[in-house]
């Protein structure tokens, strides 16, 4: 039992430690991540349809 309290000890001591982003950065990196991942999608999906009407064409 005394290893679970110093891991949770040491646990909150690290957690101290960590700088957290603020609600500007935090919004600004999601939005990053949003555009970036419809920046993908978008590019696969045109890929897909192209690659599949080459499929149909040829087969």
Known sequence: MEKISQFL???RQEVRKVTWPTKEE???YSLMV???SLIVA???????FVVKNLLERFI
């Open 42 to 48: 978008g590019y696969l999906g045109g890929v897909d």
């Open 34 to 36: 949003i555009i970036a």
């Open 26 to 28: 935090t919004f600004r």
């Open 9 to 11: 000890k040491e646990v």
